[in-house]
């Protein structure tokens, strides 16, 4: 609901009548003795093409990988700066109920691997399809390994590798010097093997 305020006396203390509420008090900002904190203002860490600031990209890490035929395969890295990052923290429970007792008894609790959904856009100039780039992040989506990605908002939440489990690249009607892209993967974290020698 809009309200019509008329002028009114601005004093301190003063009671003011507005359209439809009554005894407001105008309060003395100076005098109220909470501490409001200042903060700095995050940089912007590029701009994209548009001159528009990107506060998070990510980056598709360069990888490598043998394939079927014995042939070594090497992807080099993409950097996507339109993109929306979704975390999910799956948590396994181990319960067992007990005859005679209301609930169940939880007998171990763990993390499961993070559920990792990436959503984003390629773009390219007006008119023209962003082929090499499309190209690109298909191989590396293609490759059959744990691979590494770089975001500042993943490295926040521990997640520096991602086991892909499906992507879609869907046309778009109307649009075309763009992709859309979205990608579902669970975090990986690389095991270390200690060699031993007896």
């Known amino acids: 609901m809009d309200y019509i305020i008329p002028k009114v006396n601005t004093q301190v203390g003063a009671v003011a009548k507005y359209s439809g509420l009554n005894n407001v008090r105008i309060l003395?900002?100076?005098?109220?003795?909470?501490v409001i904190p200042t903060a700095t203002k995050d940089e912007?860490?590029?701009?994209s093409e548009l001159g528009t600031p990107i506060y998070s990209d990510i980056t598709f890490d360069a990888c490598s990988y043998t394939d079927n035929?014995?042939?070594?395969?090497?992807?080099e890295e993409v950097n996507i700066q339109t993109v929306i990052i979704t975390i999910s923290q799956p948590i396994n429970i181990i319960k067992t109920a007990i005859q005679g007792r209301d609930g169940t008894v939880k007998e171990y609790i763990g993390k499961d691997d993070m559920q990792?959904?990436?959503?984003?856009?390629?773009?390219?100039?007006?008119?023209?399809?962003?082929?090499?780039?499309?190209?690109?992040?298909?191989?590396?989506?293609?490759?059959?390994?744990?691979?590494?990605?770089?975001?500042?908002?993943?490295?926040?939440l521990n997640v520096a590798n991602i086991v892909i489990n499906s992507f879609d690249m869907p046309q778009t009607e109307g649009g075309y010097s763009y992709q859309m892209f979205s990608i579902s993967a669970i975090s990986d974290t690389p095991v270390e093997l200690k060699i031993s020698t007896q």
């Open 28 to 34: 003395n900002a100076k005098a109220i003795p909470y």
């Open 69 to 75: 035929n014995g042939r070594k395969i090497n992807v």
């Open 44 to 47: 912007p860490i590029g701009h």
């Open 116 to 156: 990792v959904n990436i959503s984003g856009m390629i773009t390219g100039k007006n008119g023209v399809y962003p082929l090499d780039k499309v190209n690109k992040l298909k191989a590396w989506l293609d490759a059959p390994i744990s691979k590494g990605i770089t975001a500042w908002w993943l490295a926040n």
